[in-house]
């Protein structure tokens, strides 16, 4: 997402090397790399100038904290300055004295505006807050069924009354169910539209006086760049909105709606879609968005996405499995597909400091190492997941997981090997010679001293980024039961 802008902040930094301190003189060709950096991520233009005079007028004079060089301290002014641009912190959903909290969802057409109204839904389910989904959108074919099939997915009731009532009546209506259901929080899907159809935004603005909601959330497509800043600007004009959520921010965008959104429109990003899965939206914090603009990775968002998936009971058993040295294929495998619910390969990684650098072709070569492993051990009889040690010793069993599973016998070799490596390391690490990420029983899901598919468990066959992060060659090592929707109630 934010890869360009990185790069070019870090040549940023290069310009200040070998200086003692930030002067006039040697900052103005820093200054130029983030001008260029920030317009090149489609910032908008006055944002951009604010920005840059704000980092100048903090950064010029500034004397140099002992240890620390001019391009260190350069970028902890940035970062300060793109907290404050982003909105300094998280402004969490309203919640109403009185239940239900209302929240009106807004956007334009094709911005995920139904998809993202369901994965509010699922993520106010596991904040422990019941959900209602109202489908007032009777204009695009299939809306109401999308939103209707999305809510048996995620176990959330859906109202709705068809195409043909009027989205005034279906949301009011909606609103009235909840409170007769007990539920605390409505979320009104509507219409997509444009800002130059003036029936459709005055349809919307009836909506909202009808149900007089808590929150009301723009849907803002992330790629549309600095314009996501304006149309904000737009429907809050218009309309009143009292924040945004912007979707597919884990695509090819530049990142300038994350950086514009607050300074032009006034109101604050309250969550992110990170992905097509409906799991995929987080609350938007602009201290953790800067530290992934800045390459400082985002290990909060990391330990909270891991802490929703880990039953703290099999956290316990894990450790007692890695003191004793018993860990083994099947807890590997658990941890494996566990790092899968949390998200993509890739989006992990990022959040990890000093990973973002890896390029698309190692994180796909890191997936097929992932792959490969899960075929070989799901190929093992439960006796010999449960028993490693038995592999070692009988070619046989080698032989036919190598068949079983598609794979040379050297490979299947080499995992054994490098698992029992593993494992040793491993009860190092229980016994306190490396602390473990919260809930992460010893490291990230499947690590043992590397990310699962790098080099702790593959040695010299992990991707040529992933070596030294546990393994790779030595030289380097050392270096370095379903409920249905609700439907028509």
Known sequence: MFDALADRLEDAWKKLRGQDKITEANMQDALKEVRRALLEADV??????????????AAIGAEVIAGVNPGQQLIKIVYDE???????????????????????????????????????????????????????????????????TLGEQIEVPVFELGNQANPVDIATQGVEKAKEMGI?????????????????????????????????????????GQEAANLTRTFHDQIGVTGAILTKMDGDTRGGAALSVRQISGQPIKFVGVGEKVEALQPFYPDRMASRILSMGDVLTLVEKAQEEIDLSDVEQMQSKILEAKFDFNDFLKQMRLMKNMGSFGSILKMIPGMNKLSTKDIEKGEGELKRTEAMISSMTLEERKNPDILAKSPSRRRRIAQGSGHPEAEVSKLIKNFT??????????????????????????????????????????????????GGKKKKAKKNKKKKGFGNL
């Open 421 to 470: 490596r593993m494992r040793g390391m491993m009860q190092q690490m229980g016994q306190g010679g490396m602390p473990a990420m919260p809930g992460m029983g010893g490291g990230m899901p499947g690590m043992g001293g590397g990310m699962p598919g790098m080099g702790g468990m593959f040695g010299q066959s992990a991707p040529p980024g992933f070596r030294g992060y546990g």
């Open 82 to 148: 793109l907290v404050k641009v982003m909105g300094e912190s998280n402004v969490p959903l309203a919640q109403a004295e009185n239940a239900p909290t209302v929240i009106l969802m807004a956007g334009l057409q094709g911005t995920g505006k139904t998809t993202a109204t369901a994965k509010l839904a699922l993520y106010l389910r596991k904040q422990q807050r019941t959900a209602l989904m109202v489908a007032t959108d009777i204009y695009r074919p299939a809306a109401i069924d999308q939103l209707v």
């Open 184 to 224: 605390d929080t409505v979320i009104i899907d509507t219409a997509g539209r444009l800002q130059i159809d003036e029936e459709m935004m005055l349809e919307l603005a009836r909506v909202k006086k009808a149900v007089n909601p808590d929150d009301t959330l723009l849907v803002v497509d992330a790629m549309t």
């Open 44 to 57: 908008n233009l006055q944002v951009v100038k604010t920005f840059i005079a704000d980092v100048e007028k």
